[in-house]
Every structure is written in C-alpha cells, then in structure tokens.
C-alpha cells in the first residue's frame, strides 16, 4: 500500500516537472490544453471504473469530488503534458538527427 507522503510526493514531483516544462516551451496555451485534456480523460475513465466497482481508493486521500481524488485527476494531466513534451522532444531529437537544446519544443 502507498503511503499519503509518497503520493503527495509523486504528485508534487510531475508539478515540479510540469511548470519546468511550461517555463521552458513557446507555446504555453498548448500546453495546458494538454494537461486539462489529460485531466478530463483520466477523471472520465476513472469515474467509470469507480462506479462500476472496479476499485476504490484509500482514507489518505482528502479532496475528492464524487468520489475521485483530485490529486489523481492533476497527477493524470500532468503525466499526460509531460508524456506530450517527451515525445515532441525526441520527434524533433529524430527529425533532426542530433540532440541539441535548441531544438526543444
């Protein structure tokens, strides 16, 4: 079972990482469109599964919204940006052949 500091600390963690990204990219409205879709999809899906019985989630988590804690729905839509970022970051790392920082999204 994971401990409450652990998951606050995974979720502080891709925070972290995610304002990184936001600092460091041209195209900011980007994105947060990203993580808000991200955020959006993984509250549908999780909602589903949750009212279908599917699982349940433990007493550490506080904030909850029909159930759900809000701290995974963030953590979703922050893994989503982040996984969006890696992945235009070695497209463009491919396309050109070579890593350079000037070619970050």
């Not at 990184?20 to 994105?31: N, T």
């Not at 982040?82 to 790392?93: A, D």
């Amino acid at each position: 079972m994971i401990e409450a500091y652990l998951w606050n600390g995974l979720v502080l963690a891709l925070f972290l990482v995610y304002t990184v990204i936001l600092y460091r990219v041209r195209e900011k409205k980007r994105y947060f469109f990203y993580f808000a879709l991200g955020a959006a999809l993984g509250f549908y899906f999780d909602i589903v599964s949750y009212m279908n019985g599917y699982y349940t989630y433990h007493d550490f988590y506080k904030l909850t919204f029909l159930g759900l804690p809000i701290s995974m729905t963030l953590a979703e839509g922050f893994s989503v940006a982040i996984t969006l970022y890696i992945f235009e970051f070695l497209y463009t790392c491919f396309k050109k052949k070579s890593i350079k920082r000037t070619y970050l999204p």
